[in-house]
């Protein structure tokens, strides 16, 4: 199947390390994907294919994979990483594409 | 530059057709997947379906085959989303995307257009 599976929010103090964890089946076979959400804004991709990091978002934002969970690490949060964090999946032949339920990330 | 920029607000009542669109720049219109993907108020993110412009191939999640419509017109480089007999449950922002090269996510995404169904 290709549900995935998110906590609905995470709570860290600044400078501390987040992790968001995004549990689903499917996930030892399938790219995870990373995409971070502001208040009012679309959103925008921070992590692909588990762990690569697109050009213009800061190192502090790292993935990692470990059989049917996919983590998303922010290390030495920011207030401005304060935000919805959605996992993403496609099946090989991009006929089901599936987001998690997202999580909140407060930053105390 | 890639850019993807979404037609305005709309205000519909139920039963009144509604088209949005999605006018990208940038890059080659006809080499990309064009996705839509739905956020209903204080929701998460649902994808729609997605279209390939080079061949009009088309892809619907199976909760909204047949309740919309996704086309796109290579000539303008734009994109559209359809609804034929929108319902109030049909409220929400919706973005369009672009499928990425070389993964199955999105790249980029549009500002968003927020459609409100009311009587």
């Known amino acids: 199947s290709y549900e995935l599976t998110q906590p609905p929010s995470v709570s860290v103090f600044p400078g501390q390390t987040a992790r968001i964890t995004c549990s689903g089946d499917?996930?030892?076979?399938?790219?995870a994907h990373w995409y971070q959400q502001k208040p009012g804004q679309a959103p925008v991709v921070v992590i692909y294919?588990?762990?690569e990091r697109p050009s213009g978002i800061p190192e502090r934002f790292s993935g990692s994979s470990s059989g049917t969970t996919v983590t998303l690490t922010i290390s030495g949060v920011q207030a401005e990483d304060e935000a919805d964090y959605y996992c993403q999946l496609a099946d090989n032949s991009g006929i089901y594409w599936v987001f998690g339920g997202g999580t909140k990330l407060t930053v105390l | 530059e890639v850019e993807l920029v979404q037609s305005g607000a709309e205000v519909k009542k139920p039963g009144e057709s509604l088209r949005i669109s999605c006018k990208a720049s940038?890059?080659?219109?006809?080499?990309?997947?064009i996705g839509w993907v739905r956020q209903m108020p204080g929701k998460g993110l649902e994808w729609m379906g997605i279209i390939y412009p080079g061949d009009s191939e088309t892809r619907y999640s199976p909760p909204f085959q047949g309740q919309v419509a996704i086309s796109a017109d290579r000539s303008i480089s734009t994109a559209y989303l359809q609804w034929s007999s929108p319902k109030a449950s049909d409220t929400a922002v919706y973005y369009c995307?672009?499928?990425?090269?070389?993964?199955?996510?999105?790249?980029?995404w549009g500002q968003g257009t927020r459609v409100t169904v009311s009587s």
């Open positions: 995307v672009r499928r990425a090269e070389s993964y199955y996510g999105f790249d980029f």
């Open positions: 499917a996930l030892p076979k399938q790219y």
């Open positions: 940038g890059y080659s219109f006809t080499r990309y997947w």
């Open positions: 294919k588990d762990s």
